[in-house]
């Protein structure tokens, strides 16, 4: 059983176009995490959520929006995808009191 | 503000040779500081940590990291380097409470040769 999954593991679409990458985490982890690593291998966080409320906003443009339904859920959406957006982006979740943050496999976008 | 800096994006060494991948830190509170490695087309997988505790920190598949506050570093070693090193290793830091976040530094890609 996979600790973080993410869906999809492969997204290839057009500029424009509007798409969303799934995060799902059977931990129980109360915070949960979108990195994005970009063609130069540099990862930096984008969001983070604790126990669904946002904490973490690092000026990332409003065309992304998380969305956490529950606490085992970190989805997040794209509008209006660019050429830029193209990146692997990672879900990563750390429980209360915990030190040690757990990735997901990756979502590699790919905007054409 | 937290930032860590590794010396070198590409370090490259002989079947069996030693393996020492340079971090540097800066932070105004003490921090805790990790390894992570990334072989391809995969996520990130933890190595080891620091956490205020013993300053010299084992971690998996052989590595270790030793903290050096007066250097503010986190060098990571491994005393043989074997093929299956070959990945991309990150050193990070991070903060505590609610808002922690990692703060990678660039990476540095590890090459093994025969």
């Known amino acids: 059983d996979t600790a973080v999954s993410q869906t999809p593991k492969y997204l290839v679409t057009q500029m424009g176009n509007d798409k969303s990458i799934k995060c799902e985490q059977n931990?129980?982890?109360?915070?949960m995490y979108w990195y994005k690593q970009d063609s130069k291998k540099f990862l930096k966080i984008m969001f983070s959520?604790?126990?669904?409320?946002?904490?973490i906003n690092e000026t990332v443009p409003n065309r992304f929006s998380p969305k956490s339904p529950d606490k085992a859920h970190l989805n997040l959406h794209i509008n209006s995808l660019e050429l830029g957006d193209s990146a692997v982006y990672f879900c990563?979740?750390?429980?209360?009191?915990?030190?040690?943050?757990?990735f997901g496999q990756g979502t590699r976008l790919t905007v054409v | 503000a937290q930032s860590v800096t590794q010396l070198g994006s590409h370090v490259s060494v002989s079947e069996g040779a030693l393996v020492l991948l340079r971090c540097n830190y800066s932070s105004s509170v003490p921090p805790y500081l990790f390894w992570y490695v990334q072989y391809p087309n995969q996520g990130l997988q933890l190595l080891l940590k620091y956490t205020s505790a013993a300053t010299l920190v084992k971690g998996i598949n052989g590595f270790e990291a030793e903290f050096k506050k007066s250097e503010t570093s986190f060098h990571l070693t491994k005393p043989s380097a074997h093929m299956s090193d070959a990945a991309e290793y990150f050193c990070?830091?991070?903060?505590?409470?609610?808002?922690?976040?990692?703060?990678f530094g660039t990476g540095t890609r590890l090459q093994v040769t025969l």
């Open positions: 990563a979740t750390l429980g209360a009191g915990s030190t040690e943050a757990f």
């Open positions: 990070a830091v991070s903060n505590t409470g609610t808002a922690s976040k990692l703060t």
């Open positions: 931990l129980g982890h109360d915070t």
């Open positions: 959520y604790n126990n669904k409320e946002l904490i």
